[in-house]
Each structure stands twice: as C-alpha cells, then as structure tokens.
C-alpha cells in the first residue's frame, strides 16, 4: 500500500492517514481469522518508533508485534567487552560509542575502566576516533566498533582512506541477515513474518532478503521510521502472511533499491569478512559476525596486541544478572514486563542486562516510554 505524496510534502505523520492505515490492518488481521500473528521486526529504531508514536494502540489486538536482535549493543558478547576493558587497563586509548560505556562485561563495563583510571573517551565517529589518534601519536588507540551493516561500512571506509600506525579496530560489528536465520529456526517463536530496518537495506539492498523468505516460508517488508512507514509495513506484511506469499516487499522506496549502495557493499567486503560469533544471551551464530579481513590484521586489535582479558578478574556469578531476560526478550520469546527486574533492580542508570543499556535496547526504550508502550493499557 503506497504512502500518499503531497506536491510540495511528504508527510509520514498524518493523523487522517494512519487511522485509515490501522483500519487496514485491523482488516487484514481479521481475514486470517486466527490468533494471534506474530510478525517481528529487527531494528531497535523500530521500536522507538513504535513505543514514541504510541503504535501499539493502533495494533489490532490478535497481532503481536515483537522487536527482535535489532539492537548492536544488546548483542555485543560479554567476552568482547571484556577485552575492551583489558585493553583500556593494559594502558591503550579505547574510543568508543557513548551507548557502550555502560554495557556490562564479566566484571566491569568500560565506564568502570574510565573510573579506575583507564584512558576509555566517548565518540560519536570512527573519524572522530581516528582524530583521537593523531591528537595522541605516542599511544595507541583502539576504537571499539560496535553496530551493524551501516556503522561497519563507515569503519571500513576509514580505514580504506588510511589511519595512523597508533590506531587500531577492536571489531564486534555484527550482521542482521545471519541473526533472522537463527531466530526463524527457533521453534518457540512462530515468527509469521519481517520487518527488515530501513537504513541497513539502503547499503544491502532489500533482494538480499529473498533466499530467506524462500527458505523459511515468511514475507519480509523493508520498511523506514516513520509513523506511517511502520503502519504500512505491517498492512504489506499481514497481507503477506495471509495470501501465504513468502516474498520481500519494499515499502521504503524513497531510500532502498533492490541492488542497495554498491560503492558502500565493496568498501565492507574488502574490509571486513563474516565469521561465526556468539550474539549475548541469543546463541552463536553462523556468519553473524563481522571481522577484519586478514590483510588488515595491522589495524586489528585482536592480531596487533596479546590482550589479556585476566586482567578484568575472574568471571564472578552475578545472581541478579542470572535472572536477566534480555536473551529471550531479544529473540521474541519474551517482553520486558516478562522480566522482574525490569523498572527495578534493572533500570538505565544502574543496567543489570544489554537491553536496559542502549537507546535501541527494548527494555530502555520501554522504560523511557513509562514502560507502558501499548497506550491501551493505560487506565
């Protein structure tokens, strides 16, 4: 269903527009005449979207709209925090993303390293990183790169245009199209069908969701930010489900083509390379990571340096982080409200899980949002 297109504006945050979009989909839920569907989306600004926006109460209530691995941070493995901690106690520069600082290791986050002394500044690009390491020739800087296919093309063309010998990539860039395949294998989850993020089908292009939605039997639906971008993807997607048409619909089209932003694939791949690595609290997964190529091991912290992870401490059972859901809640099997320490014990200035720490994190988002994204249930 096409968004309608002003003469001189386009407006995604039409009120008249977006009742009329719920209605539709209000009628689609009901023409497949079971529930509830569930439909899950892989991108943190989704839910953003969609707990800001209120969406939920426009949601039929047999459809079941579920955020997935859509969150960098989230998924960013404990080990790999725990060698950006090493690094920064073994005396190295580490830079790195402001939602990282907070995030938990074994023992310590990187903020916790910043408060014993260590060198960790906060960034807001791999460039500004880069400037970091000329700032300060005689220490070696390591950038702790975190994020999916968009953030991985911006490390890879830095460091394509070339960085100091003193600048270094600590990579934990994952790639989403792996994690849709692990998720959709999980017996537990009865994922009908995909909403695919916007901004990182404008570097793949929306065709490389084609094998997946073959394979597994569910729609994808490409889809942007907006109010009424979300609300059209969901009538495409339920469409989908109900006329049983495993196919890639795009409904971002003023920003993602099929082929995608070639020029930005061939800096990624001559850069970076996907391996197996473990997705925090989700499970490890095929080809979900992305590390440096081996002809860049002179920029790669793991190959330059013999970080020595003893230097964290010893891995201590934390009995409030044993409780945590956030590995279900990723993987759609359950919600933040599903977790007792959500609002409590887990609250974003003293984060017991991944979810609780970045602004894509369901659990912050639903925190920030009153917790209550569904306004229906307000009363």
């Not at 209120?54 to 404990?78: E, K, N, Q």
């Not at 930005?264 to 499970?283: H, N």
Request: proline share 6%; net charge neutral.
């Amino acid at each position: 269903m096409a968004l309608q297109v002003e003469a001189q504006e386009l407006k995604f945050r039409d009120p008249a527009r977006a009742r009329e979009l719920a209605q539709a989909l209000e009628r689609e839920v009901k023409a497949i005449g079971r529930s509830p569907v569930n439909v899950m989306h892989v991108c943190g600004s989704h839910e953003q979207a969609i707990a800001r926006f209120g969406l939920r109460a426009a949601f039929p209530r047999d459809l079941s709209v579920i955020m997935g691995p859509g969150c960098p941070v989230c998924v960013t493995d404990t080990p790999e925090v725990d060698e950006a901690v090493a690094l920064a106690a073994m005396g190295a520069r580490v830079c790195t993303y402001g939602d990282m600082l907070k995030l938990p290791g074994a023992q310590k986050s990187l903020g916790d390293a910043q408060a014993d002394g260590g060198k960790v500044e906060v960034v807001y690009s791999v460039s500004q990183a880069v400037e970091v390491a000329k700032r300060h020739p005689l220490e070696q800087v390591v950038f702790f790169a975190s994020g999916f296919e968009t953030t991985a093309v911006a490390t890879a063309a830095v460091l394509l245009a070339g960085v100091p010998d003193n600048f270094s990539v600590l990579s934990s860039h994952k790639y989403v199209p792996a994690a849709m395949e692990v998720v959709s294998a999980m017996p537990e989850t009865h994922i009908e069908g995909y909403i695919a993020a916007g901004h990182a089908a404008i570097i793949t292009g929306w065709e490389i969701f084609v094998p997946f939605a073959r394979k597994t039997g569910a729609p994808v639906v490409v889809a942007g930010f907006e109010p009424l971008d979300v609300l059209a993807a969901l009538v495409k997607l339920v469409e989908l489900i109900k006329e049983r048409r495993p196919e890639v619909a795009n409904m971002y089209p003023r920003c993602v083509t099929r082929e995608g932003n070639q020029p930005a694939q061939e800096k990624l791949w001559k850069v970076f390379q996907t391996t197996t690595g473990d997705w925090r609290g989700i499970a490890r997964v095929p080809s979900g990571n992305l590390d440096l190529r081996p002809e860049w091991a002179h920029v790669d912290a793991r190959k330059r340096f013999r970080i020595d992870t003893s230097l964290v401490g010893g891995k201590v059972e934390n009995e409030l982080a044993k409780q945590c859901l956030c590995g279900d809640i990723m993987s759609g099997l359950k919600n933040p409200h599903d977790c007792k320490l959500f609002g409590k014990e887990c609250r974003p200035d003293s984060p017991v899980g991944a979810c609780m720490v970045s602004s894509e994190g369901a659990c912050r988002i639903w925190h920030q949002y009153g917790g209550i994204p569904d306004l229906r249930e307000v009363g």
